[in-house]
């Protein structure tokens, strides 16, 4: 029997293996994104589907530690003094937000027939977006850094927050919820504001010596267990004071930003984030009762559309009243349309005591799902419907049948300094980039520059790469660079190519990449400045021509050993300002060592012999 049963479990692991592996990449492919194959694969395989599983809660469960991790993570790229310069977008843009939705939302209740406190309690989990959706839609965009993307992030902490007093509204509004207490009440506040402190507090003054004791340990695995314990027990801890898990994680994730640690904390919890949040998605699939929307289509249908409708038209009037330009209020507005994973919280919240039935959680928890599914759908429409931003090409050649025997790739900083012993030698040289203003600034000082995207193949053969002798790859962006570089030598394997790297990562890649040069953009400068100030302090030129030469080399084995061993191989080379002293000589000596006595000619002679 006990075989039996592991066999059904495993089966089960292959299934939602298999689903996610097979669902992704079509919908990719076919352009509909990532989240949506998780949850159409989730529908599939779930138990109103093929039904391989009959019970989607406890995977769900589980599969929000994968929202709780993803903030974690963004927490640690984002500082305390990112988070309070974000104040004003938190407490005010997000509280707005949240209120003209909510009674916008209940408004939707009212005029359906409903009671007011169905009609606020379907309303109010409604406004609760989906952070894990909107979170990972701004990631494959790129955009969670940029200013309208932390915009977004403001107001998704909001709504965490929100959840605490919803829950204690839905606590009043229950049939004889008035009889609880206001102590009750502070008190429950009281122990929230009591575990983000005590957490804080934990953050500032234990978790930096606690990693740099693990540190110490050299224990990789222990230091993998460890940033899961610090995720899972933040979490823990804002869950047992009535808080949102996700919170806590955000929570540890910025005390930790500052960290030393924080590089390797984000590394070693990206795995079981990227699993566990397409783990999510597949189980808010599963959990889509298709027999309810069987059964009660018509006004599942209704209230999808009136709410994210509505939804969407008071984040539109929010973000414009708050004067933000009509494209980002309305991309936002999009974004932002569904609701989300804590409307199941409080749905199941208000079902316990008695405001809305069973059926009516169902219902609810319907209409949240199909929103969610029709999140990305809805943004794949807004790029048809918005116009593109496009730049005026006045004045400005595109790149076509060009001739030069050398071909540059953006006419930066970088690629204009480049440029100028080619150009002095009388090397005709063609210059591509997909900057207009640059293009304009640069033909008033003599520069012909064409505009082309050097991503682009087509781009490169108009630019004539292929009857270049020689392409230059001079971006100032690390993974544009990286994918130029592959493209061309794809392309043209025999060219030679020679690339600009943003730092050491990218010039690794750009090595694997086939590239024939490259050079790290502040690395030769900052040699120069480093043997400057050596000079300064008045060592001899002669020295300090030989120190930089030692360095160079160092740099040489070090990189040497990161193509072979991974990028945090190859420390030995290195000479810090703290810790144990790397026992090799900063130069090389000038003249071999000699024995003045005997005594030292024995050591030296068993020193030679040894090696």
Same mark, same amino acid.
């Given at each position: 029997m006990a075989a039996e049963a592991s066999g059904s479990d495993l089966i089960q692991v292959v299934a939602l293996l298999a689903a996610g592996v097979v669902a992704v990449p079509i919908f990719k492919r076919m352009g509909l994104g990532s989240i949506l194959g998780y949850l159409a694969a989730g529908v599939v395989i779930g138990p109103f589907g093929i039904g391989i599983f009959s019970e989607s809660g406890a995977i769900l469960h589980v599969a929000e530690l994968g929202v709780v991790m993803f903030l974690f993570i963004i927490g640690l790229e984002m500082q305390p003094s990112r988070l309070w310069g974000l104040r004003r977008e938190i407490f005010g843009l997000g509280a707005l937000q949240v209120g003209v939705c909510a009674v916008l939302l209940t408004g939707v209740g009212v005029a359906g027939g409903f009671p007011i406190s169905q009609s606020f309690v379907a309303g109010a989990g409604f406004v609760l977006t989906s952070t894990a959706i909107v979170m990972q839609l701004l990631e494959e965009r790129g955009e969670i850094a940029s200013p309208k993307g932390q915009r977004i992030v403001s107001i998704l902490l909001l709504e965490d927050l929100a959840i605490v007093p919803l829950l204690a509204l839905i606590a009043f509004l229950a049939p004889g919820g008035a009889d609880t207490s206001l102590s009750e009440r502070l008190t429950e506040v009281g122990i929230g504001l009591a575990a983000i402190v005590g957490l804080v507090l934990a953050g500032r003054y234990l978790l930096n010596p606690f990693f740099r004791i693990l540190a110490d340990a050299r224990a990789r695995e222990v230091m993998t267990?460890?940033?899961?314990?610090?995720?899972?027990?933040?979490?823990?801890?804002?869950?047992?004071?009535?808080?949102?898990?996700?919170?806590?994680?955000?929570?540890?994730?910025?005390?930790?930003?500052?960290?030393?640690?924080? #590089?390797?904390?984000?590394?070693? /919890?990206? &795995?079981?984030?990227?699993?566990?949040?397409?783990?999510?998605?597949?189980?808010?699939?599963?959990?889509?009762?298709? #027999?309810?929307?069987?059964?009660?289509?018509?006004?599942?249908? /209704?209230?999808?559309?009136?709410?994210?409708?509505?939804?969407?038209?008071?984040?539109?009037?929010?973000?414009?009243?708050?004067?933000?330009? #009509?494209?980002?209020?309305?991309?936002?507005?999009?974004?932002?349309?569904?609701?989300?994973?804590?409307?199941?919280?409080?749905?199941?919240?208000?079902?316990?005591?008695? /405001?809305?039935?069973?059926?009516?959680?169902?219902?609810?928890?319907?209409?949240?799902?199909?929103?969610?599914?029709?999140? &990305?759908?809805?943004?794949?429409?807004?790029?048809?419907?918005? %116009?593109?931003?496009?730049?005026?090409?006045?004045?400005?050649?595109?790149?076509?049948?060009?001739?030069?025997?050398?071909?540059?790739?953006?006419?930066?900083?970088?690629? $204009?300094?480049?440029? $100028? &012993?080619?150009?002095?030698?009388?090397?005709?040289?063609?210059?591509?980039?997909?900057?207009?203003?640059?293009? $304009?600034?640069?033909?008033?000082?003599?520069?012909?520059?064409?505009?082309?995207?050097?991503?682009?193949?087509?781009?490169? #053969?108009?630019?004539?790469?292929?009857?270049?002798?020689?392409?230059?790859?001079?971006?100032?962006?690390?993974?544009?660079?990286?994918?130029?570089? $592959?493209?061309?030598?794809?392309?043209? %394997?025999?060219?030679?190519?020679?690339?600009?790297?943003?730092?050491?990562?990218?010039?690794?890649?750009?090595?694997?990449?086939?590239?024939?040069?490259?050079?790290?953009?502040?690395?030769?400068?900052?040699?120069?400045?480093?043997?400057?100030?050596?000079?300064?302090?008045?060592?001899? &030129?002669e020295d300090v021509a030989e120190t930089i030469e030692d360095v160079r080399r160092r740099d040489t084995d070090r990189f040497e050993t990161q193509l072979a061993e991974g990028i945090r191989a190859g420390q030995r080379f290195l000479r810090g300002n703290i810790g144990t002293p790397i026992p090799t000589p900063l130069s090389t000596p000038r003249r071999p060592g000699q024995a003045l006595n005997e005594e030292t000619a024995g050591v030296l002679h068993k020193s030679e012999t040894a090696d």
């Open positions: 267990a460890a940033a899961l314990l610090v995720v899972l027990g933040s979490a823990l801890a804002m869950q047992l004071s009535g808080l949102s898990m996700a919170m806590g994680a955000f929570l540890a994730g910025v005390l930790l930003s500052e960290s030393t640690f924080r #590089h390797q904390l984000e590394a070693d /919890i990206e &795995p079981f984030r990227g699993i566990l949040l397409g783990l999510f998605f597949l189980a808010v699939g599963m959990s889509l009762d298709l #027999h309810v929307v069987a059964a009660n289509w018509r006004l599942i249908a /209704i209230y999808v559309v009136a709410y994210m409708v509505m939804k969407t038209v008071g984040i539109y009037i929010v973000a414009r009243v708050l004067k933000t330009g #009509h494209r980002e209020a309305l991309e936002r507005a999009v974004f932002m349309a569904q609701g989300g994973e804590f409307a199941f919280v409080l749905y199941s919240a208000a079902a316990a005591v008695g /405001i809305i039935d069973s059926q009516a959680n169902a219902t609810l928890t319907a209409v949240v799902i199909i929103s969610m599914v029709l999140t &990305p759908l809805a943004i794949i429409g807004l790029r048809y419907v918005t %116009p593109r931003d496009e730049q005026s090409l006045d004045g400005v050649d595109v790149a076509d049948g060009l001739t030069g025997s050398v071909l540059i790739i953006g006419f930066g900083r970088f690629g $204009q300094i480049a440029s $100028q &012993p080619l150009l002095l030698r009388g090397i005709d040289v063609s210059i591509i980039d997909n900057d207009v203003e640059m293009i $304009q600034a640069a033909a008033d000082f003599g520069f012909k520059v064409y505009y082309g995207d050097g991503t682009r193949l087509d781009i490169l #053969h108009a630019a004539g790469a292929g009857r270049a002798r020689a392409v230059l790859i001079c971006v100032d962006k690390a993974d544009v660079a990286v994918r130029i570089a $592959q493209l061309v030598k794809a392309e043209f %394997p025999l060219l030679t190519v020679l690339a600009r790297a943003f730092d050491r990562g990218t010039a690794l890649q750009l090595i694997r990449a086939g590239v024939d040069y490259q050079l790290r953009e502040t690395f030769e400068s900052a040699l120069v400045f480093g043997g400057s100030a050596l000079e300064s302090l008045g060592v001899d &030129p």
